[in-house]
């Protein structure tokens, strides 16, 4: 079979063939146990300690049985157990010694360096008859990141499921099939992982390395260093880690399967319980929106019997830490397999792993668990799965290890559709297919990467506000919990930037970690342009979104003075208060939530010295007379917060002169429901603890800054855009926000204001765009040419682009 027609193979099957496999598969179920080896000694964690206990030994007994009468045949006489204590066992009457002696290891030692040289062409020797499997080498053939990782792996599928003669009897030898079962302990070579390692010969009971198919000194039924301490066949070569890590991910994409099903039966469950009982949501027709469910509705919420809900609460958190514990457990595993070329005691795998390695983890549920972790922006989460995050950190730091690894993490990834995971695939018992976009173009997922810098950001954002609370004695253990696990991440994310500094030229394209550019849905250059520019803009916006500055002035007398700040008094006067120790945790979290959860067009300044003191720059929506004008705020968190909603002020008035909406009035107030300003039902009022400034900000942006802003004036009926009150009314907004929301930010007096950043970034990048819209606004309004807006946007842009310095943060 040609290469070209290898690859193909998973995805084009003719109908004699996929008849020939669908036979196959169906038989392949009638396999008598001695073809298969099914391995399963998992212990319930839902059953009492003892009972766990009894039933591992039951099952133990019952494998050892098993195992014995699978390979060696009734009435063998070979020794079965997980450890001879030291003694030599017998094998068909040859004493076989666990230890290797001085000439046993030079032969070894010979063999693999002649192995070596030959599998790597250096004597220009061909493979040995008894093994096909492909040489290993540092460089994997398939290096491209346009190739999908079933195809990268195809090449060295024979590693995984080779049949070779036995090296004794020259009869034929399977590389066991098994079910990896993640159990408690510390062993990184777990029993039914160490099994699957062996090659066993079932005619003379011979044990080899299910990688280099060398003769091992164990047991026929060795499982691995956890049964017998002698045992070394996790170290033999590079195909036998490779072989791990396989089956390992192999154990977990099952588990990692079954409870994505189990979950998402859960929840139709229980929204089929609930159906009907929701309360209507708040649409966009209020100003403000309902908090009550955001992001917080839970199993247990609704109405029905509190004893069943109880005990349904009771049995999902049960299911819930018990494959928390999986996770924990497998990320553990799956580090440990992984190449450590820089530790003390590094083995020549470590140093040229096989090559395989990068796209087992690619095709695995490994990257979909990473990026749920990493997407997860909730910092009390992170302090309840501490566990679970530093064994994450651990695999992330591991990755960037080696090159094969690191591209894992800074490369685009593939997104799955179809698949039960890597080992069924492996055995040619299911195929993979690949999301594609609506142009039959791979889908591809932002790099974990991306994802982790995100996670950097916000534990940055977390420490700068944490600092604070490090001054009060009543410091809680959630605190300090958190601010190690946020100091830890920051600390991976320089071990990792290091690394891709280092390995990061091999990686194809131009910028290492960058996300896949956005496809354009239509064709041309027009299209191909504005995608380009809201994808540089969103990227701009993302870097600047969220910073902790100096807001304030030293002053010897007052301490800090914030003269540019609306809200300065309440600070002068609340400097002695003190914030309750959960109110201010609740606050150093929501803000680190928020440095990288603002959307486009927001940015937020948090004060250095006082976290209640926040400014806010909003930029107007696109079709809306508001498009492209910077809109200031300035925001306090009361004392009480979030007891009670924060105080909002619009800065951008005209300096007093312009109301910008019937909820923006031109004494800065903000008409919001959210912020207790403006009456609305009783959804759509802050709740303590639920409500989020995030959500007043958004809400600002989509919900007041809109497209017919006439109609929010009570009493004005419904939104007509054909309206000629409503588009005289946008004609004067549009003029207003030409003037005191663009133009004015182009002067002089901002060059050293903490917007100096954003506002160079916002209008250099969207210049063009901001530039046609004021002349299609001048055509339809004259007030436009009677005031030469256009000539004063085009001088002040020629000031920006000569100001060599940005302050902003």
Known sequence: MSPARKNKRTRERSPINEDARKRARKSSQNVPDSDVIIVDDSDDDDLTAILAR???QEESERLAKELNEQWNGAGSSAEVGSSNGGRESSTNGHATSDIEDDEAIARRLQKEWDD???LNGVNGSAEPSTSKLPPVSHVESFTSEDTAPDQRLLQYKEVFTAERPCTKCQKSVRSPRGY???????EDIQPTLGLLLHAPCSSCSTNHCRGCFSPQVCSISCRGKTSNSKCTVHLCCARVRAIALFEVLGGFDRQFLG???????????????????????????????GSEDYGHRGYGSRSGSKKYETRHDKRNKELASHFEEIIIRALRIVTSLLPAPYSDSAEVFDMLPHPSIGSLISLSQIPDLLSQLLRNDSVTDWSNRSTTYYSMLALLRRMADCELTLQVLVEPRWQMSKGQGIENWMWDENDIEWAMTSDRKPDRAPALYEHFKKLRKQSQAFISGASQLMDYDENSEETVMATSLCGDIIAAGDDIERAITV?????????????EEPRPAGKGKKRDDNVNLERVYSQACENLAFHHIPLGIPDDTAGWRYPDYNYADLLKSTQNSTRSPKDRLHLVKELAVMATSLPPGIWVRVDE?????IKIMIAGPEGTPYANGLFEFDCFMPINYPQVPPQMHLRTTGKGSVRFNPNLYDSGKVCLSLLGTWSG???EQWSPYRSTLLQVLVSIQSMILIDLPYFNEPGYGQANPKSPASIKYNKNIALQTTKWAIIEWLQDSYQDSIWADVIHSHFTIREDLIRKQISNWSKADQAFEHQSLLADFDK???FLKQRKTLPGR
């Open 681 to 683: 039902r009783p959804e």
């Open 796 to 798: 002040g842009m020629a």
């Open 503 to 515: 390995l990061g030229g091999s990686f194809s394209g131009a910028e290492v970690g960058a996300s």
């Open 116 to 118: 070596a040289e030959r």
């Open 259 to 289: 409870e994505r099903a189990n979950s998402q039966s859960r929840a139709f469950d229980m929204a089929t319980k609930n159906k009907g009982s929701a309360s209507n949501s708040v649409g966009p027709g209020g100003t403000g929106y």
């Open 609 to 613: 010295v006082r976290n209640d003191c």
């Open 180 to 186: 990896v079962v993640f159990k408690s302990g510390d």
């Open 54 to 56: 009894i039933k591992e």
